[in-house]
């Protein structure tokens, strides 16, 4: 092994993995690509050949090119650059935007089969949906938050794709307008690591450099306003925020939901979708949000605070809801039997110990909000092993240009 790497050679890609690479075969190895298309013959250079089972490459040129492949809606990040200097975050701006969304429904669906064995019959007639409002069919301007990082010359830009090199860019087509104006790609800021640009939803941009105070940001969601840390999470797509409530509104089972139940809202940020639950039940709807960041939770009791049955908590979930599981009276643990549960992990998903502890209080129902689809699969088959199972499901691409999308499930015994 290792005499390959740095050669091009000429490979058949003939599908998609997780993570926005493409699968081809050389000489029976498989060969993860970069910036292929299923269906492609690409000329590839190899850049990892240590392992037995497998070697990486990144596309150079393109022999016979796919029927969906486009310019590339980044040229920083085409393959007309050299792949160390490409940008990141852009992993299928090179392919039609409805293609993406079916090679997105494609990864889906494969970690719904094999990792969550999810019956095959159950995954017909799942899509990848755009989101509603979303007219734009480059898939740009929705990034409403960014990050550049600082190379050792002071100068800001995204990463390269898979590495820390800061490349240099001109612009920024996946950002929203405003966050690319406020963007400060021409300026130098020497001895600072990161800055980050965002555009809520209240008008204006900021910029958030080095360890500078936080303030306070205002996202609306229809009629609802919700206050945040500049630096705290929210979601990153213009219209996230408001399909992830419909979603979660359209996919917990009225007939399961009892307001007065002990619903709980899991790694629940500032209170968004404790919201959505809220607004959809009423306002004698009891939930209570779960979220590590204290100071999430401190604006999630406030964007919370008309509404007499929610209440926010800081706690890792993993703790909190064991201690819930282990200290609850009769009463409480019949109140939870009857609870719906909302969770919205980070990209690891809930993993083993969350999931058995929400398993152990046996909820009603259970509606998962997931950004990995991976993580997903492994979560629904934890929860399958107890009982749970998947009742319903909608995928949202919330990304576009990106290989990232967000899957919203039901799950009930
Ligand atoms: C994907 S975000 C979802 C936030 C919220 N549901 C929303 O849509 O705005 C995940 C949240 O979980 C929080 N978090 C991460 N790990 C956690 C943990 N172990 N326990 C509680 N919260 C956690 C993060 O701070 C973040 O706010």
Not at 80 to 95: C, L, S, T, V
Not at 150 to 170: L, M, N
Not at 299 to 309: D, K, R
Request: aromatic share 6%; with cysteine; net charge negative.
């Amino acid at each position: 092994m290792g005499d390959m790497q740095g050669h091009d050679v000429e490979l058949d890609v003939t599908s998609i993995a997780h993570g926005g690479i493409s699968v081809a075969r050389l000489d029976g190895r498989v060969v993860f690509v970069t910036d292929a298309i299923p269906g492609e013959k690409v000329v590839a250079r190899i850049t990892d050949d240590r392992k037995k089972s497998f070697w990486r490459a990144d596309t150079v040129s393109v022999l016979e090119p796919s029927e969906h492949r486009q310019a590339h809606v980044w040229s920083a990040a085409s393959i007309d650059r050299d792949p160390a200097r490409r940008a990141g975050g852009a992993e299928f701006g090179h392919i039609e935007l409805s293609h993406q969304r079916e090679l997105k429904r494609q990864v889906l669906v494969d970690a719904l089969t094999r990792m969550g064995k999810v019956d095959e019959e159950t995954t017909k007639g799942i899509t990848v949906e755009a989101l509603d409002g979303d007219d734009d069919l480059s898939g740009t301007r929705w990034r409403t938050r960014i990050r550049l990082h600082v190379d050792e010359a002071g100068r800001p830009g995204p990463y390269a794709a898979r590495s820390h090199t800061v490349v240099a860019v001109d612009d920024l087509p996946l950002a929203t307008e405003a966050v690319e104006a406020a963007a400060p790609l021409e300026q130098l800021f020497a001895g600072e690591e990161q800055i980050d640009v965002l555009a809520p939803s209240d008008g204006g941009a900021r910029l958030i450099v080095g360890s500078q105070a936080r303030t306070t940001v205002v996202e609306r969601v229809g009629d609802r306003e919700f206050r945040l840390d500049d630096g705290g999470f929210w979601q990153v797509h213009r219209l996230a925020a408001g399909t992830l409530t419909a979603a979660v509104q359209d996919l917990i089972d009225p007939e399961r939901f009892d307001p007065r139940a002990m619903n709980l809202d899991l790694y629940g940020g500032v209170g968004l979708l404790a919201a959505a639950v809220g607004d959809r039940f009423g306002q004698a709807t009891r939930i209570t949000s779960v979220e590590s960041d204290t100071r999430a939770t401190d604006h999630a009791a406030e964007n919370l605070a008309e509404w007499i049955g929610a209440a926010a908590v800081t706690g890792r979930v993993e703790r909190w809801i064991t201690e819930l599981a282990t200290t609850s009276s009769p009463g409480e643990r019949q109140r939870l039997r009857d609870a719906t549960v909302v969770l919205d992990p980070p990209r690891s998903g809930a993993g083993r110990e969350v999931v058995e502890r929400i398993a152990s209080i046996e909820p009603a129902q259970i509606v998962y909000v997931a950004c990995d689809p991976v993580a997903l699969a492994r979560d629904i088959a934890l929860f399958a092993e107890r009982g749970y199972q998947l009742q319903d499901l909608r995928a949202f691409d919330l990304f576009p240009n990106t290989h990232h999308l967000e899957t919203v499930v039901r799950l009930s015994r």
